[in-house]
């Protein structure tokens, strides 16, 4: 940045001095001091050595894209490449999916033996426009599901960076998309998916746990909570443990574990505050009431510490293989019975997160519904932080 | 039994999915599929069913016959197959035959091994030979 030349300041003539004294003749100010000042404050200072590197430097950063390809998360079970572009804030994270689509397997049509019912059993087969349907819909649900929940915001900081000018640091964000890629070949993940009528589905799941992750030492510390993960110049993706069914990309309901279970009221509580802790939703309390007038009897305000509330919980909702995209990215189940933890309530999985407690929580992507919280973006999250150190971003 | 397939879930929360079917040595095909919505009660051990056996069909003499022979001679080996690395929300499966030299029990988890399902299609193409047309049917659609 050149240093900036003082501006001319311009002498008052005194033919158009525009003051007058009280008795009509024009007086000439003496307006040297002003100018003097003026001069000085108009004299800017060049800019220091450390700001003009400190803007480099960020002028740098965006200048280039910064990539992860075939990073595998810290825990093994995730794997996807990302993308990131500070100059548009465009973050993509792409898993890479080979579908090998099968047709019912021989111990799933021997159920149709003795009441063929020609609609289900035609169910069993694949066309080919329903192979293409079903990755397209992957596609948009995934998309639907993932994308742009929440922003990534840079919280690097250069106290050198003074010189008034845009963009600062903390003008930089990331904004997530998260995508399939269909693949012939390659893929972080090969998932078999059968053809099956709805009702009798399969089980839905992703085994990544045998990722290679030799290059990035070991799995898991001793503590259970996984290392950060990182690219695998040699990947060993070819693993078979992952399968969908043909309907997976429809919305269905999922049973809740919570429904029928009780809950002890304790000294203090309120069926406020109890409706609030299990629902984050103070005013359900009435729907507790109505289920457990027996027991609380006519006043709502009294409850005892000792009754027993018994839950009665609807089914959340959830396209499952926007929840399996979920385990692409290296996350675990949070439902009861769930996770690499013990799958009961709190508990803490391998990842990190936690299982659900209350009937809440079962809205969380990983339980059974399709709420993406912060958490959920933790592994994307430490790719891109990855990738851009010594750069890094929060949510 | 002549033949049991049990198919479970392993999370308890996903048993609506589990299944079983068996062919017993009088010719009787049964069948129980746990109804949607059910948790496997904790405790229960993992090939848990919500319901009883319930008769399907009774095979006839021809298609006994069939069965037997293929029972007699069945090429597979008692065997536990394990993934590479298992899926905590992923499956089993678990085939018994009486063969008449011994009873195989074969187990899988996780689709880890199909060396099974190619006995048992031999079952399907006995006992249900329309499927073998119906499927050409859909996939020439």
Same mark, same amino acid.
């Given at each position: 940045m050149g240093q900036k030349s003082p501006p001319e300041v311009q002498s008052t003539s005194p033919t158009t001095d525009q003051s007058t004294s009280s008795v009509g003749q024009s007086v000439q100010p003496d307006n040297s001091q002003a100018q003097d000042s003026l001069a000085q404050s108009m004299v800017c200072e060049a800019p220091s050595p450390e700001s003009l590197a400190a803007r480099q430097e960020i002028t740098d950063f965006m200048s280039q894209a910064y990539t992860q390809t075939n990073y595998v998360t810290?825990?093994?079970?995730?794997?996807?490449?990302?993308?990131?572009?500070?100059?548009?804030?465009?973050?993509?994270?792409?898993?890479?999916?080979?579908?090998?689509?099968?047709?019912?397997?021989?111990?799933?049509?021997?159920?149709?033996?003795?009441s063929l019912d020609l609609g289900n059993v035609k169910e069993c087969f694949w066309t080919d426009a329903q192979k293409e349907t079903f990755k397209t819909d992957m596609m948009t649900q995934v998309d639907r599901v993932w994308s742009q929940q929440h922003t990534l915001n840079c919280v690097y900081d250069n106290p050198d960076l003074d010189d008034d000018l845009c963009p600062t640091w903390s003008d930089l964000a990331a904004d997530v998309t998260c995508a399939v890629n269909p693949v012939s070949s390659g893929g972080h993940f090969k998932v078999a998916v059968v053809a099956l009528p709805s009702a009798d589905n399969l089980r839905s799941f992703v085994s990544g746990n045998d990722h290679d992750t030799t290059q990035t030492g070991s799995r898991t510390s001793p503590t259970g909570r996984s290392p950060t993960g990182a690219e695998v110049a040699d990947p060993n993706f070819q693993q078979t443990g992952a399968q969908f069914n043909k309907h997976d990309n429809v919305m269905e309901d999922k049973s809740s574990s919570f429904d029928g279970t009780t809950y002890t009221v304790?000294?203090?509580?309120?069926?406020?505050?109890?409706?609030?802790?299990?629902?984050?939703?103070?005013?359900r309390w009435k729907e507790l009431y109505e289920a457990n007038k027996a027991v609380v009897g006519p006043d709502p305000?009294?409850?005892?510490?000792?009754?027993?509330?018994?839950l009665s919980v609807p089914d959340t909702k959830q396209v499952t293989t926007a929840h399996?995209?979920?385990?692409?990215?290296?996350?675990?189940?949070?439902?009861?019975?769930?996770?690499?933890?013990?799958?009961?309530?709190?508990?803490?999985?391998?990842?990190?997160?936690?299982?659900?407690?209350?009937?809440?929580?079962?809205?969380?992507?990983?339980?059974?519904?399709?709420?993406?919280?912060?958490?959920?973006?933790?592994?994307?999250?430490?790719?891109?932080?990855?990738?851009?150190?010594?750069?890094?971003?929060?949510? | 039994?002549?033949?049991? *397939?049990? @198919? =479970?879930a392993k999370p308890p929360r996903s048993a609506s999915v589990n299944f079983r079917w068996a062919i017993t040595r009088e010719g009787v095909y049964l069948k129980s599929q746990n109804p949607s919505g059910v948790i496997r009660p904790?405790?229960?051990?993992? *090939?848990? @069913? =919500?319901?009883?056996?319930?008769?399907?069909?009774?095979?006839?003499?021809?298609?006994?016959?069939?069965?037997?022979?293929?029972?007699?001679?069945?090429?597979?080996?008692?065997?536990?197959?394990l993934p590479q690395g298992s899926a905590a929300n992923g499956d089993w499966s678990r085939l018994t035959v009486a063969r008449p030299d011994g009873e195989v029990v074969v187990e899988v988890e996780d689709r880890?091994?199909?060396?099974?399902?190619?006995w048992i299609a031999g079952l399907v193409a006995l006992l249900m030979p329309e499927l073998a047309a119906i499927r050409e049917q859909v996939e020439r659609s």
């Open positions: 810290g825990n093994g079970y995730g794997a996807f490449d990302l993308v990131y572009e500070p100059n548009t804030g465009a973050c993509v994270v792409n898993v890479n999916l080979e579908f090998d689509f099968q047709n019912a397997p021989p111990s799933v049509l021997m159920k149709y033996l003795g304790k000294a203090g509580d309120t069926l406020w505050g109890i409706a609030e802790h299990l629902f984050r939703d103070g005013s305000d009294k409850i005892l510490p000792g009754d027993n509330l018994t399996e995209f979920g385990h692409m990215l290296g996350l675990d189940d949070q439902y009861l019975g769930g996770g690499g933890g013990a799958g009961t309530a709190g508990a803490v999985n391998d990842d990190g997160s936690q299982t659900s407690s209350v009937p809440a929580d079962e809205h969380r992507i990983m339980d059974g519904g399709e709420e993406v919280l912060a958490e959920h973006y933790s592994t994307i999250l430490e790719a891109l932080n990855g990738a851009t150190a010594p750069v890094s971003f929060a949510i | 039994m002549l033949v049991v *397939y049990e @198919y =479970a904790t405790g229960e051990d993992l *090939y848990w @069913y =919500a319901g009883p056996w319930q008769e399907q069909k009774r095979l006839t003499p021809e298609e006994l016959e069939g069965v037997l022979a293929l029972v007699a001679s069945c090429p597979l080996a008692s065997a536990r197959h880890a091994d199909t060396s099974h399902e190619a």
